[in-house]
């Protein structure tokens, strides 16, 4: 979730219209490459989900050491001691650490989702493309077989 809930709405929205399309207008070999679209997807949100348990204590170090690095950049700007503060509260770059790591992770499903999203529009798209096709010719069919019927279908010259 984004945190943005029309957004989230939206986006809940874009998916299940996707699910509906693909599922009503693919012929059989397109539906087994929207089968192995959703499986592959499925497959690396699995497989990032285990590398985000496997690496979060890792992703979680490298995470505060950049916020402590941020915060120990020399401040050019003179504040007597008595003003200021010390900003190195170690709780809160630790709970900044793991947002930071949770927000990259999600960042990362995201990611996944959108590439999904594209590959099963590219596949959409193909397929209406295929059905305009096999329309237009039915209607070309229909013209060239289209004759008048009773008394003046055939004119003698």
Same mark, same amino acid.
């Given at each position: 979730?984004? #945190?943005?809930?029309?957004?989230?709405?939206?986006? &809940?929205?874009?998916?299940?219209?996707?699910? !509906?399309?693909?599922? %009503? !207008?693919?012929?059989? =070999?397109?539906?087994?490459?929207?089968?192995?679209?959703?499986? =592959? !997807?499925?497959?690396?949100?699995? *497989?990032? $989900?285990?590398?985000? $348990?496997?690496?979060?204590?890792?992703?979680?170090? /490298?995470?505060?050491? +950049?916020?402590?690095? +941020?915060?120990?950049?020399?401040?050019?700007? *003179?504040?007597?001691?008595?003003?200021?503060?010390?900003?190195? =509260? +170690?709780?809160?770059?630790?709970?900044?650490? /793991?947002? &930071?790591?949770?927000?990259?992770?999600?960042?990362?499903?995201?990611?996944? #989702?959108?590439?999904?999203? $594209?590959?099963?529009?590219?596949?959409?798209?193909?397929?209406?493309?295929?059905? =305009?096709?096999?329309?237009?010719?039915? %209607?070309?069919?229909?013209?060239?077989?289209?004759?008048?019927? #009773?008394? #003046? !279908?055939?004119?003698?010259?």
């Amino acid at each position: 979730m984004t #945190g943005d809930l029309g957004k989230d709405i939206r986006n &809940l929205f874009a998916k299940s219209v996707l699910e !509906h399309e693909a599922a %009503r !207008h693919l012929n059989a =070999d397109e539906r087994t490459a929207y089968r192995k679209i959703k499986d =592959d !997807h499925a497959a690396m949100v699995r *497989f990032e $989900e285990r590398q985000f $348990e496997l690496e979060f204590q890792t992703r979680f170090e /490298v995470a505060r050491k +950049q916020i402590i690095d +941020q915060r120990a950049a020399k401040d050019r700007t *003179f504040t007597p001691r008595w003003f200021g503060s010390d900003t190195f =509260d +170690q709780g809160a770059i630790d709970r900044q650490a /793991v947002r &930071l790591v949770h927000q990259q992770h999600a960042e990362q499903l995201a990611h996944l #989702g959108e590439e999904r999203d $594209e590959r099963v529009n590219a596949l959409l798209s193909a397929a209406g493309e295929r059905q =305009d096709a096999g329309a237009e010719l039915r %209607r070309q069919f229909k013209q060239s077989t289209d004759r008048p019927s #009773g008394r #003046g !279908h055939r004119r003698s010259r």
